[in-house]
């Protein structure tokens, strides 16, 4: 995965799994996450962390996976507090887990579509920082678009 230290300007490995019922309560007792994750226990939650280290939490992605129409929505994403505007230490962490959702739209043979339902005021950086195009309300991508992010941000690891 492509998370970056900002100070060294290294990449660090990272690691993205599944939310497990434990996780839950140190999300809620973590004052760098805003959202009530417990609410999206019903859908697949993944969390993405250091690779070897203590385990933290840098950040969450909430997906449904809609058969139906052949596509994988993000129903939430956060990135941990601190790893967020001119200060952050991290960078790449919002990246990595929009390129896990269009991995696995590939892998469940969706084409890599990937869909969301942005705040008003975000939808020009998901437009020009990961190429999602606007739907109606919502933002999309799909094949070519869905594979740069995936090239980008977690490479061959993924797919």
Request: hydrophobic share 40%.
């Amino acid at each position: 995965m492509n998370i970056k230290n900002k100070r060294s300007g290294n990449n660090l490995e990272a690691s993205i799994e599944e939310v497990e019922f434990a996780d839950y309560k140190k999300i809620e007792e973590n004052e760098n996450f805003t959202f009530d994750w417990f609410l999206e226990e019903r859908n697949e939650v993944y969390k993405i962390f250091l690779s070897g280290e203590d385990n933290d939490i840098l950040g969450l992605i909430s997906l449904m996976d809609i058969p139906e129409e052949l596509r994988i929505h993000i129903n939430l994403i956060e990135v941990a507090k601190i790893h967020v505007g001119e200060q952050k230490r991290l960078d790449n962490i919002a990246g990595c887990l929009i390129a896990f959702a269009c991995s696995i739209a590939f892998k469940r043979g969706y084409g890599g579509f990937v869909s969301f339902l942005p705040k008003t005021k975000l939808i020009d950086l998901y437009q020009d920082k990961y190429g999602f195009r606007q739907f109606g309300r919502m933002l999309a991508m799909q094949f070519e678009r869905s594979k740069l992010l995936i090239d980008k941000y977690i490479g061959d690891e993924q797919r």
